[in-house]
């Protein structure tokens, strides 16, 4: 049994990575939104196949750094747990390596002083304890001229789509990342089954939606600068109706 936030993710991500993937509604919703992701990341850096180090940080079972990968020199993909590690290594291509992490240890001294032109950190905010020291953290791990970009669900993206489109007040989630069965599936083709959302919902989801202000007030506590916030259209994906967002910010 987890005593800690950081415990209840390992153990959370330990158990579920092979199971995962076994689900073709989750790897169909894994997909689409790793296609986001990617898409977001091509955009926002400067990649360069000869040149350029790249740290996927929380990279899970690696599928957006494969999509990045023939883009830069290398990747590494670091997380805590071993069993996300796992499925990593089973599908990473050449320039891809992957780093246990301990998360009881501060991220910029498990790098043996290595820093990245680009650092990315897709769908994992919302999991850690402090979002904030983590931005530090991770800029710490950049070199002069490199770029963070953080993907995740925008706070209210929900209510903030039916508000922007002016469509009629139906059932209103109370945060930005809200779960529901979406009445078309049954229950085998669910992503996630009611018990494991049950079990994410009331363990490992620490953070339910990020606001523009938030990321910029870290980015900046974390001497980064250049700002920007994008926000993609609605997307439906893990039992979750959400708007997703990608936010950039440099050292320079
Ligand atoms: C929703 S998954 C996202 C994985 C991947 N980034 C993707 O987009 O497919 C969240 C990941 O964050 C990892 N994680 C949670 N807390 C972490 C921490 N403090 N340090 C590193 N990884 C962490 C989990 O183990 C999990 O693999």
């Known amino acids: 049994m987890a005593t800690s936030a950081l415990e209840a993710n390992t153990e959370y991500y330990d158990d579920e990575a ?36 790249v740290l996927d940080y929380a990279c899970g079972a690696g599928v957006v750094s494969l999509e990045v990968s023939p883009l830069c020199k290398s990747i590494v993909g670091a997380d805590i747990s071993k ?4 499925e990593f290594e089973k599908l990473k291509a050449p320039n891809m390596t992957s780093k246990v992490i301990d998360g009881t240890i501060p991220p910029e001294t498990q790098f043996d002083g290595q820093k990245f032109d680009v650092i990315f950190c897709c769908a994992a905010y919302h999991h850690f304890d ?17 770029q963070l970009i953080v993907t995740d669900f925008a706070s209210g993206g929900h209510e903030a789509f039916m508000h922007q489109h002016g469509q009629p007040e139906g059932e209103q989630p109370s945060h930005g990342h809200h779960h529901h069965k979406h009445q078309q599936h049954t229950k085998s083709e669910l992503p996630m089954s009611d018990e494991v959302l049950e079990k994410a919902k009331t363990t490992i989801v620490h953070k339910h939606g990020f606001a523009s202000s ?17 926000t993609f259209p609605r997307v439906h994906a893990f039992n979750t109706d959400s708007v997703a967002f990608a936010a950039r910010a440099f050292k320079v």
């Open 130 to 146: 402090s979002p904030k020291d983590m931005t530090v953290s991770l800029g710490k791990l950049l070199k002069e001229g490199g």
């Open 18 to 53: 092979v199971n995962f993937y076994k689900n073709p509604a989750f790897k169909r919703d894994l997909m689409l939104l790793t296609k986001f992701n990617a898409f977001a990341i091509i955009r926002a850096a400067t990649l360069d196949p000869n040149t350029t180090e």
């Open 214 to 230: 938030e990321l910029e007030e870290w980015m900046e506590l974390a001497g980064l600068k250049r700002f920007t916030f994008d």
């Open 83 to 86: 069993g996300m590690l796992g």
